[in-house]
């Protein structure tokens, strides 16, 4: 919805939401109740419903309801939804009460990939309350030494040398250890604190590269993850910019990479910060390459350089025949496309 709002204007996000709320109300019975609770949220009322098998019947029919296509302005635009389910088996329950598990429970289905609904339960409210305590050390540790970087080594097996680094965030979180960001990026990626994480972990990794430079007399280059949400919330090519201003680095020792699935929701919206980047001197690269969507047919479209192969790949070699087929497959592809490969080890 904020993808339609930003590329094609407020008046196509409406429009876009009428379609969407008449496709539920035609899923839904007549007495139910359909109302839009702000944004790109609709809250379904379902009177009489004692059976979750009821409820999960409801939740499927909405999202086949989805599936097709919506045209705005003559754009074809693929819709899904997040639904949460939440019964109020005994009629104990406050609207407000029931309200909060149905939301607890679409950002479960959210989380496991959308386009699919989630029933709540009392283990999902337990793990929303950690995930509160989470977000709130999250909160107080960007910023701090808490978030560190561990630099993996790129090496170029042609030449035997170290080519440059990737920078690894971990969180230090005091009493808990190091947190992997396994279990802490997508908390920051829903709640926005990915931008403020983000532009930290640029800066770190831009200074320890300009230490280095100091130290050795040539800057490498360093690899920096990038979420598609700072794409989407931020202005990162004057962030980019002013960190290398900076840390008085030259753009070309940048590197930053997005996941297959970011450079795809992106390009929705259009590829113009990653054009600027690609122009400055940045370089791009897909992430954890094979493991999306895999479509060849899109680099091409693609301001990148460099495509890493997922370690899932790697670590089969050479005894899986099926890996290593698909591994030169994709070298095969590099190499006419005249994009560099990085095997993740």
Same mark, same amino acid.
């Given at each position: 919805f904020k993808m339609v709002n930003d590329t094609l204007g407020h008046a196509a996000g409406d429009q876009m939401l009428i379609e969407v709320?008449?496709?539920?109300?035609?899923?839904?019975?007549?007495?139910?109740? +359909?109302?839009?609770?702000?944004?790109?949220?609709?809250? !379904?009322?379902?009177? #009489?419903?004692?059976? *979750?098998?009821?409820a999960v019947i409801v939740a499927e029919r909405v999202l086949s309801s989805l599936d097709e296509e919506i045209n705005v302005r003559g754009h074809s635009i693929n819709t899904n939804a997040s639904i949460g389910i939440a019964l109020n088996q005994d009629g104990t329950m406050d609207g407000e009460e029931?309200?909060?598990?149905?939301?607890?429970?679409?950002?479960r289905a959210?989380?496991?990939?959308?386009?699919?609904?989630?029933?709540?339960?009392?283990?999902?409210?337990?793990?929303?309350?950690?995930?509160?305590?989470?977000?709130?050390e999250l909160r107080r540790a960007i910023g701090t030494n808490e978030i560190l970087l561990h630099y993996q080594p790129v090496v170029d097996l042609e030449k035997r040398i170290v080519a440059g680094f990737e920078a690894? +965030?971990?969180?230090?979180?005091?009493?808990?250890?190091? !947190?992997?960001?396994? #279990?802490?990026?997508? *908390?920051?990626?829903?709640t926005g604190l990915i931008c403020a994480l983000g532009r930290q972990v640029l800066y770190q990794a831009c200074r320890q590269?300009?230490?280095?430079?100091?130290?050795?007399?040539?800057?490498t280059v360093m690899s920096v993850n990038l979420s598609v949400y700072q794409l989407q919330r931020e202005d990162v090519v004057s962030m980019v910019r002013d960190i290398l201003t900076d840390t008085k680095l030259p753009p070309s020792t940048l590197k930053l990479e997005l996941t297959e699935g970011?450079?795809?929701d992106y390009s929705k919206g259009g590829l113009d910060a990653l054009d600027e980047l690609k122009a400055m001197g940045v370089g791009l690269s897909i992430d954890d390459f094979g493991t999306g969507y895999s479509s060849f047919g899109y680099l091409g479209k693609l301001p990148i350089e460099t495509i890493k192969l997922d370690r899932s790949f !790697?670590?089969?070699?050479?005894?899986?025949?099926?890996?290593?087929?698909?591994?030169?497959?994709?070298?095969a592809m590099a190499q006419a496309m005249d994009l560099k490969v990085i095997a993740e080890g």
């Open positions: 709320a008449q496709r539920i109300l035609k899923a839904v019975r007549p007495a139910d109740t +359909v109302a839009r609770l702000g944004g790109d949220e609709f809250v !379904i009322v379902l009177e #009489d419903i004692h059976d *979750l098998r009821n029931l309200l909060r598990h149905a939301d607890i429970a679409m950002y959210k989380e496991k990939g959308r386009a699919r609904f989630e029933v709540f339960d009392l283990e999902m409210h337990s793990r929303t309350v950690m995930m509160m305590r989470t977000e709130t690894l +965030v971990r969180w230090n979180q005091p009493g808990r250890g190091m !947190i992997s960001p396994a #279990d802490f990026i997508p *908390l920051a990626e829903e590269n300009r230490e280095w430079k100091d130290q050795f007399g040539e800057p970011a450079f795809l !790697i670590m089969g070699l050479p005894e899986d025949p099926d890996h290593a087929a698909i591994s030169k497959a994709i070298l």
